[in-house]
Structure formats: C-alpha cells, structure tokens
C-alpha cells in the first residue's frame, strides 16, 4: 500500500514529537521547524503545499496551549493560533483532508467542563486568548467537510515539559526526592500519549463520519491518586502537599462518539503507563533540570 503524504505542523512539540517517532515509518511525514517554515506567513505556506501536495495536514503546532508562566499576559496568543490555521485552511487546493488538534478549552473553562458532549459546544464561549482561538477554528470547520477537530483534554507521556505538566513534574520531583506539590486536587480525563498516537492514526486511514471527537479516555481520575500511585510504582516516599483544599473544576470528555466509530480502541492501563514514563525519566536522570523542577 502506498504510503499517505502527511504535512505535520508542530513536529518538534510533545504530541508532534510523538507522532512521528510512532507513524514515521508507516507514513511519509513532512515536518519542517520554525527556522523552516514560519505558519504564520501565508506566502510562504502556500508555496510550500502548493509544490508539496500532500494527502493529509495534521495541524498540531500552536501557542499558549499550557500553564507556562511566559504565555501570562500575551495578548497575540489567538491572533498566532488563527494565522497559523488560517494560512493552511486557504490552501485547500494542495491537500485532501485536515486533522486539527483542538482542545477541551473549548467549552470554557470557566465552567466545569464535565463529561461534555461534542454537541455542547457553543453553549458557553471561552475568553482565555487559547481556548477563544481553538473555538473559532471549530466554528470554520462546521461549514467545511475536509476538517476532522479532534477535542483532547489532557494527554501525557514523554517529550512533554516536565517543568509544568503534572504528570511527568510529579515523577521527576519524586526521583529528585522532592516534594509532589499539587495547587489544588481536580478530576482530569488523562490520556496517554501512546493511546492517542493510535487514535490518530485511525483517523488518518480512515475517514471519519463527524467533524467533531472529543478525544480521552472517558474516565477520570485525580491528582491525589495520581501522585499516590507514582509513589507505590518508584517505591518512594516524598511528601504530597496540597495547597489549597476541595476540588478544583472538572475537565472532561463524553467520547461516546469516539467508541462508536474508531476501529480497536483500547487504553494502556494507567499503571503501565506511569511506570514506562518513570522508566524514561530515570533514563535522562542526568539530564533534568533540577532547579526548573521547584
């Protein structure tokens, strides 16, 4: 079978990074960096598909889609988010279809965010500069057919930054013998990055029935559990401190949809998926920053 021609934005980020160590061999992935191809130049996105025609976009790069401190502030988040997207979307001549990673943050954060349907989009909309950018991608691809948006709430596993992301902050602070410092306990539907790489690549063979997935686990679990598991699977024993009491807002997908059309969905167990990213972190051991980690 001949292999599809895939333009990958967001190649050098944690999920691009990912994507390409698993389905670079089954496909043939274009992903040029930064220094490569600016996004959001349009001259210069057009002349790149235009003389690369390529089957499939897998749009993952954006901006401000994380707690790191630098995005506080910002005031152009959406406004790069949306020439990125924008650039690619007019170039529709040059490829066939176009997966877009959107986001949970679609729904507002502000609200608590669920079990949410697909179909409860809209019902609040979001003010944060990278959830407003992502619903207004969302609110394009409901009048195109060649967009499949694919809603993830919150996917781990290793490339991610360890600095902020919980997960892999809890793991490196435990083998650093810090303390595991949650802000607030909260419920999050947590996804491993290994499960949706095959998610992925689903839609990328097959075509899907909807524009819209809400793309998780369908289950939940909290930041208390997660660090207590973290610390039976390295055999440690650090201190969890809470600082703020009671439960923080929920963030959450229904993926009904999901299991109804997606071929041999199955998850990794959560257990396992903990214990392959502590072996990898204390494969770099030597290599994390141990101050960054405070």
């Known amino acids: 079978m001949k ?8 190649g050098g980020g944690f999920i691009g990074r990912n ?4 389905l670079g061999d089954k496909h043939d992935f274009l992903s040029p960096g930064r220094s490569d191809l600016d996004l959001t130049n349009a001259d210069s996105v057009f002349d790149y598909l235009k003389n690369n025609n390529v089957d499939v976009v897998i749009h993952a790069a954006n901006v401000g889609g994380n707690r790191n401190p630098k995005w506080t502030g ?14 690619l979307v007019r170039c529709k001549d040059f490829y066939k279809r176009m997966i877009v990673l959107g986001s949970g943050a679609e729904y507002d954060k502000r609200r608590d965010v669920t079990k949410v349907k697909e179909d409860d989009f809209d019902n609040s909309m979001p003010v944060d500069q990278y959830g407003f950018a992502k619903y207004i991608m969302s609110k394009y691809a409901q009048n195109v057919d060649f967009i499949t948006h694919l809603r993830l709430f919150a996917v781990y596993g290793k490339y991610e ?30 996804l491993y990055i290994n499960d949706f790489v095959k998610i992925l690549d689903n839609f990328i063979v097959n075509k899907p029935k909807q524009t819209f997935y809400n793309v998780g686990r369908g289950e939940t679990i909290d930041l208390i559990s997660i660090a207590k598991k973290i610390l039976v699977l390295t055999g440690k024993n650090v201190p969890v401190i ?14 009904d949809r999901l299991k109804s059309e997606a071929k041999n969905l199955s998850f ?7 214990t392959e990213l502590i072996v990898y972190y204390q494969s770099i051991a030597s290599e994390l920053n141990n101050g960054a980690l405070i």
Not at 19 to 22: F, K, P, Q, T, Y
Not at 242 to 255: D, Q, T, V
């Open 3 to 10: 292999k599809l021609k895939i333009f990958l934005t967001g």
């Open 19 to 22: 994507i390409l160590e698993m």
């Open 74 to 87: 910002v005031d152009w988040v959406s406004e790069k988010n949306l020439q990125m997207f924008f650039n």
């Open 161 to 190: 930054d360890y600095k902020i992301r919980f997960i892999s902050e809890a793991i490196c602070d435990v083998l650093l013998g810090k303390p595991i410092i949650i802000n607030q306990n909260v419920y999050f539907d947590y």
């Open 242 to 255: 809470i600082k703020n009491a009671g439960l923080n807002k929920e963030y959450s997908g229904n993926i």
């Open 268 to 274: 990794t167990d959560f257990d396992k998926s903990l």
